[in-house]
């Protein structure tokens, strides 16, 4: 699933928090088995955010022709990301109807320095 409510919490140990939906296929897939992949796109990802982002895996398998790896945990790195970070799940919180997941990241990497983040607002995303 695409995520934009992403950030850092703790440098020492790595840890980031994501904010996921509670009615998201990916939710349960998170919490069940404790890890998951940030892949952060860059400018020319748009089609990639939204790909990930407008449709379900519970009823279209959005991995299908889609290039990606495995690293430390298992979680899907994609070929085209410009940096991932791979997590374990250290713990999560309700938040209203969010979960709001802490990964630890143990282990990533920045693939395209050069390339710039794709940044999502909401007027822009979707033109
Ligand atoms: C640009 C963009 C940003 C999004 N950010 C989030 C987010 O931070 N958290 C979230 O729960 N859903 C977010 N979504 C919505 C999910 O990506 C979307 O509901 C997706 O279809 C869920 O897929 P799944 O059901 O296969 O898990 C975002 C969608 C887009 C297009």
Not at 53 to 59: N, V
């Amino acid at each position: 699933m695409t995520a934009a409510w992403v950030q850092r919490a703790s440098f020492d140990p790595p840890l980031i928090t994501v904010a996921v939906g509670k009615t998201r296929f990916t939710h349960d897939m998170i919490i069940e088995s404790g890890v998951f992949a940030v892949n952060v796109l860059g400018e020319d990802g748009r089609a990639t955010g939204k790909h990930f982002g407008l449709k379900t895996g519970r009823k279209t398998d959005k991995f299908a022709g889609i290039e990606y790896d495995t690293r430390t945990t298992g979680s899907p790195i994609l070929k085209d990301c410009i940096a991932w970070m791979d997590c374990r799940v250290r713990s999560h919180f309700d938040a209203g109807d969010h979960t709001l997941i802490i990964g630890e990241v143990v282990d990533g990497d920045v693939t395209r320095p050069e390339a710039r983040p794709l940044i999502y607002d909401k007027e822009g995303f979707y033109k």
